[in-house]
């Protein structure tokens, strides 16, 4: 017969959503409820199986045998999770020990599992995508500790402090280089004062100098409020290379060009000075002979001048051939 007390705990337990069961030291079952009930698909659990054992011999999934036992030997509260084929759900299970019972419950968790597995497939897959990037990609929180990073990153920054860094690690930690400290620290603090910007960096790779741009945009969340630095960093060291031979063939282009239309001129408008000034209609004018030997001092003149040209194309295809 059932007491007025076990009715009022039953009523209690009924109106409790997560699944309750209680038993004695011996595993009989004292008490279940109606989420208990309905998570085994079994109505009057005390009456029908009178022991937890032969619920578990019923239910799929539910042997938790050995987790009794160690709550019951520690009277420690002991939690793990279960997969019920019968719900085809998954329950977060707590047992709460005393000497003279075991309390259960069971908390439907099937939506917080499968958000965490969307959670981890998504991570999983940011992480490929990132690290399929060549160029080196971080992200940083507000504090400067990083979020996400790819493996052209750790290799990247190897050569600004002699190793990689991880997940978690500070990128303006105090125990890193000061040469590096002194060189980023200033673009990550404009960055965190919502400064977007892009900046040149050099560094010495295996005896060579190399060149990279740095980008550096704040993130924001959705209510526009500042939560980390978005970076990436590009090589730019053959467009450097580029650029100092582009440097180079138009100062030679310029040199060229300077001879054109400064030293070719002066001999050129004297030789038509010459030309207009020759008696055609009288060849044996003493005059002429001067003139010609006028005319052929200013050809020698020309002569050199057109060398010097020469080489300086001869230069500017050398630079051409190694442009290519």
Request: with cysteine; hydrophobic share 40%; proline share 3%.
């Amino acid at each position: 017969m059932t007491t007025d007390a076990e009715k009022e705990v039953q009523c209690l337990l009924d109106n409790i959503t997560d699944g309750f069961l209680v038993l004695d030291n011996d595993w009989n079952i004292l008490f279940s409820n109606a989420a208990l009930e309905e998570i085994t698909g079994t109505q009057k659990v005390r009456s029908l199986y009178g022991n937890f054992r032969n619920l578990t011999q019923s239910i799929e999934g539910l042997d938790i045998s050995r987790q009794l036992k160690v709550a019951q030997a520690t009277l420690s509260r002991n939690s793990f999770e279960i997969y019920l084929p019968l719900k085809k759900a998954w329950y977060a299970v707590t047992v709460y020990p005393s000497p003279e019972k075991l309390i259960l419950s069971f908390q439907n968790v099937s939506e917080e599992k499968k958000h965490g597995e969307n959670v981890f497939l998504d991570e999983q897959n940011l992480r490929i995508l990132v690290d399929i990037i060549v160029q080196p990609v971080w992200l940083v929180d507000a504090g400067c500790n990083i979020l996400l990073s790819n493996e052209a990153f750790k290799t990247w920054i190897s050569y600004f402090i002699g190793k990689p860094l991880m997940k978690g690690d500070n990128v303006l930690s105090n125990d890193l280089p000061r040469s590096y400290i002194d060189k980023f620290k200033m673009c990550y603090e404009l960055a965190l004062n919502g400064k977007t910007f892009t900046t040149v960096e050099d560094m010495m790779v295996n005896g060579e100098m190399k060149f990279s741009t740095i980008s550096f945009n704040p993130v924001y969340d959705k209510d526009n409020k500042l939560t980390g630095i978005s970076c990436h960093a590009s090589d730019i060291t053959d467009q450097r290379k580029n650029l100092s031979r582009l440097d180079a063939q138009t100062q030679l282009l310029m040199e060229i060009a300077n001879i054109q239309s400064h030293k070719v001129r002066g001999p050129v408008a004297t030789l038509l000075g010459l030309v207009q000034i020759f008696d055609y209609e009288d060849p044996a004018n003493p005059d002429n002979a001067e003139l010609v030997r006028g005319i052929a001092s200013v050809t020698t003149s020309l002569d050199v001048i057109v060398r010097d040209v020469i080489r300086q194309i001869n230069k500017l295809n050398k630079h051409t051939k190694a442009f290519r």
